[in-house]
């Protein structure tokens, strides 16, 4: 087997561990959905009702969907820089993934949501967003670089120009609207509903932008010269966000001053998810870069231990769903409610089950390196 030069192994270690960064912060969200019903947020989430702990709770896993958009597309790039073909093979891959997501979505992931079989509704979440983009992705991958990243950088900046734009339903595109940009339901049938809760569209020029980013990690590029690139991207996209939103022109809702300087600075950082606006991504992407510089610097146990969560992220992703049904089904059966009363213990419970599940997405992630020539394994 080939080894990686130091440098490389490094800069995968960094990706992998920003990876297994977002994955935690994803599932705790997702212990928030589940324990802390009684305290729903929207989208977006309203100021005038939301505890300060969940806001900023609910703001950390903001980032999750566009880091992992983002480091999908740079995968993407890494995985075509090692064919012989390049990006016509990655376009095959990502194809078979894309679809291999969506299925993915459809069953076992809306499954362990809803605990029905038939369902009866089906939410077309982040993997299903994932997936959709991949095939976009493939589609646009043999594109030259230049056209890559205007493409990414005309969706995610210019899509809020769309948001007026409704089709009802009824209506022979209403579907296609509400999966590209316009959040609603799909009647399929009488029993059936489909929730498109990921509108794809600006997730496919997020996806295009980590693609386009993929030749700084590839090769031909020092450590210090790309963490010196991605710092000042993150800065662009973080004082972008910070210019625009104070001048309330454009790329979310408006916000006004709040009661107090915290209910400002909630209101002020308070974006658009369900489709993420310009700010939106601004705001989490430059996070997000930061978070890649400082994890690639890094080095210790705590990096080599976030990097092997995020070397199996969907191994990991599907397993932290069935045991978060499984504590709230045998919690329910044993007559106690599964209900929590602070953002602190949904914050105990992830560490918790961090701590729980990593001995098997551990044990997964070795077996996927070992048993390279199951093709299957790539698709987890």
């Known amino acids: 087997m080939q080894t990686l030069p130091a440098q490389a192994q490094r800069r995968i270690l960094g990706i992998d561990a920003l990876r297994g960064l977002v994955m935690v912060f994803m599932m705790a ?8 019903l009684h305290l729903q947020v929207s989208d977006p989430m309203d100021v005038a009702t939301t505890p300060a702990p969940l806001f900023f709770s609910r703001l950390i896993a903001h980032v ?42 459809l069953t ?38 230049a056209a890559l990243i205007v493409l990414g950088f005309a969706i995610v900046g210019g ?90 022109v454009y790329g979310d809702r408006p916000w006004v001053v709040g009661a107090s300087s915290g209910e400002t600075l909630m209101r002020f950082l308070n974006v658009t998810k369900y489709p993420p606006s310009l700010l939106f991504a601004a705001l989490t992407l430059g996070i997000g870069l930061l978070l890649l510089v400082l994890l690639e610097r890094r080095d210790g146990r705590l990096i080599a231990w976030l990097a092997v969560l995020g070397s ?38 992830t560490a918790v089950l961090t701590l729980a599940l990593y001995p098997l997405v551990g044990a997964f992630a070795r077996f996927k390196a070992r048993r390279r020539d199951l093709a299957w394994l790539k698709y987890l």
């Open 29 to 36: 969200d997702h212990v928030r959905e589940t324990f802390l």
């Open 64 to 105: 999750c969907a566009p880091v992992f958009v983002f480091l999908t597309g740079l995968s993407a790039f890494l995985y075509a820089s090692r064919q012989a073909d390049g990006p016509r093979a990655a376009a095959g891959f990502l194809a078979r993934r894309g679809l291999f997501l969506v299925v993915l979505e």
């Open 108 to 145: 076992a992931i809306n499954f362990a949501w809803t605990a029905t079989f038939p369902p009866q509704v089906v939410y077309l979440q982040v993997i299903w967003a994932i997936g959709l983009s991949m095939l976009a992705l493939a589609a646009l991958v043999q594109l030259p670089r």
């Open 159 to 248: 899509h809020n120009l769309l948001d007026g734009l409704h089709v009802a339903a009824g209506h022979p595109l209403h579907a296609v609207w509400a999966v590209l940009h316009d959040r609603g339901w799909i009647e399929v049938s009488e029993t059936l509903r489909l929730r498109t809760s990921y509108p794809v569209l600006p997730w496919i020029g997020i996806i295009c932008l980590g693609y386009a980013c993929g030749p700084w990690f590839a090769g031909g590029w020092t450590a210090p010269a790309r963490q010196r690139r991605l710092l000042a991207w993150a800065a662009v996209a973080l004082g972008l966000f910070v210019v625009l939103r104070a001048l309330n």
């Open 312 to 349: 199996a992220p969907m191994f990991f992703y599907i397993l932290h769903l069935y045991v978060l049904q499984l504590i709230a089904r045998g919690l329910e059966a044993g007559g106690i409610a599964p209900r929590m009363d602070g953002v602190w213990q949904v914050w105990a419970l």
